[in-house]
C-alpha cells in the first residue's frame, strides 16, 4: 500500500482545499486523518467557490471516494447541514463519502465546553472556532467519548445521556448553572449519519491498497498539538504521522508528502507569530490575500514568510514537495522579506525554538517584488524573473523542490513546476 499525504506547514489556512482539489484528478480515494469542523477548506472553480469543514476535498470529483477517518472529531449537526449544501449545487454525495466507525463525535455540549474554557482564559484564549475541538479530544484520550459506531448500539442513547450529565457538571464548574443546551437537530443529525457507510479506515484502505490515496490534512504544522506552537494549537495531530493514526496506516506506507505553505505567512486566532506585521504592510497583505477565515470570518494575521518555521515544519513531517500558494498575492510590493533566522538573547540561531512566546527578532533577507499580474501565468518560465528568484530562494534554503505554485483560488490557476528549473542546488 502506497498512500501519499498532503498537509499544511504554517497555520492553516495554506490552500489545503485548493491543492487537494487540483490533485484528485490522480487519485481514487481521498481520506481526512483529524480535526473537525474547525477546518474550513475552500474550493473554486467555474462560479462555485465551497467551503468544506469535514468533508475531504475530492467530494466534487465523479468516481472519488471520500473517506473520513478514525482521527476526525465529527459534529453531526454541522455535516448535515455540509451535505445538505453540496446536495443543492447537485452533489450526490452519499456514494461519495464513507465514515469510520471509530470517528469521534462532537456534541452540542462539547461546543459549550469550549465556550466556557475560553471565555475562563479571558486574554489567554487560545482563540478556538469554538467548534468544540478541544473538549471532544479531550473525552476521546480521557476515553470518554463517544464514536460513530456506538450510534449502532441500543446503548447509545443512555451512553450519550451519560456524557451529556458530566459536560453540564463541568459546565457548573465553569459557574453556568443550568446550561440551556442547545440540542436542535441533534437526534435528526445522529439518524442522517446512518445514510452513508460506515468503514473501519484500516481495513477499508488496506482492501483498496490497489487504489491510488491522498490523506488529506486540516490546520498545520504550527497548530499541531505536540509540535506547534502550544498551548496555542489545536488539539490534534496536524503532522504527517498524524495520516497513520488517524487512518490507521502504517508509516510504511506514507509514499510523497506534499507539504503546503503559503508565498507569506497567516495566522488566526490568538498565539504569537514572530513575523507578524502590524504595519500598513501587514494590512496590504491581508486586503490582497483576501484573508479572512473560512469557518469564522475573522480577519487572519499577515506576516512575512519564516523559513526558520518552515524548516521545522519541513523536518518534521519528511515534506518531499513543497507547494507554494498564494504567490499572485505578492505582485505590487516593492519590496519582499524572507526571515531565515532569529534572534533571541542578542543570540542568532535557525533552530525554532521551544517556546516562540518570547522576544524574537527575525532576521530578514530582502528581495525586489515585482508588478506583473501573475494569476494568469501557467509555466513557471513565464513568471517574473523576480518572482522565480524569491521560489528558488526558497527551493535553496530548505533542500526541498517545489512541485505546484498557485497563483489564485480557481483550480485552473496552478502551475506545474519541471523541477529542473528549480534545483535545490
Ligand atoms: P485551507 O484551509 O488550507 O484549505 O485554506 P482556506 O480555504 O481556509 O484559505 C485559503 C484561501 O485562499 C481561500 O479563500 C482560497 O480560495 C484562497 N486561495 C487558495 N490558493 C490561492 C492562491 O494561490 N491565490 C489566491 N489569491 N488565493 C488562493
Ligand atoms: P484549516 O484546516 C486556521 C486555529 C484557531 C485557534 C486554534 C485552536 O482551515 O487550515 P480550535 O478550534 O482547533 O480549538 O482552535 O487553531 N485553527 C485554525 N486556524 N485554519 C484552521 O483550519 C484552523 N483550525 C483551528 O483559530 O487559534
Ligand atoms: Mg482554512
Known sequence: MKIDVLLGLQWGDEGKGKVVDVLTSGYDIIARFQGGPNAGHSLSFGDTKHVLHSIPSGVFHDGVTNVIGNGVVLDPIVFKKEIEALEKIGINPYERIKISTKTHLILPTHRMLDAASEAAKGKQK????????????????????????????????????????????????????????????????????????????????????????????AQGTLLDIEFGSYPFVTSSHTVSSGACTGLGVPPTSINKVFGITKAYCTRVGSGPFPTELLDKTGEALQKAGNEFGATTGR?????????????????????????????????????????TAYKIDGKVSEEFPYSIDQEIEPIYEEFAGWKEDISKVQRYEDLPEAARAYISFITKHTQVPVSIISTGPDRNQVIHVNQELTPIN
Open 126 to 217: 487560545i482563540g478556538s472556532t469554538l467548534r468544540g475541538i478541544g473538549p471532544a479530544y479531550m473525552d476521546k484520550t480521557g476515553r470518554n467519548g463517544l464514536r460513530v459506531g456506538d450510534i449502532g448500539l441500543s446503548t447509545f442513547q443512555s451512553k450519550y445521556q451519560q456524557l451529556r450529565k458530566k459536560h453540564t457538571d463541568l459546565l457548573r464548574m465553569y459557574a453556568i448553572d443550568s446550561p440551556t443546551i442547545e440540542e436542535d437537530g441533534w437526534w435528526e443529525s445522529i439518524e442522517f449519519l446512518k445514510k452513508f457507510d460506515w468503514i473501519d479506515s484500516a481495513y477499508f484502505l488496506q482492501q483498496h491498497q490497489d487504489k491510488k490515496i491522498l490523506a488529506e490534512g
Open 299 to 339: 480577519p487572519r494575521r499577515c506576516g512575512w514568510l519564516d523559513l526558520v518555521a518552515l524548516k521545522y515544519a519541513l523536518m518534521i513531517n519528511g515534506v518531499s514537495e513543497l507547494i507554494v500558494t498564494k504567490l499572485d498575492v505578492l505582485s505590487g510590493f516593492d519590496t519582499i522579506k524572507i526571515a
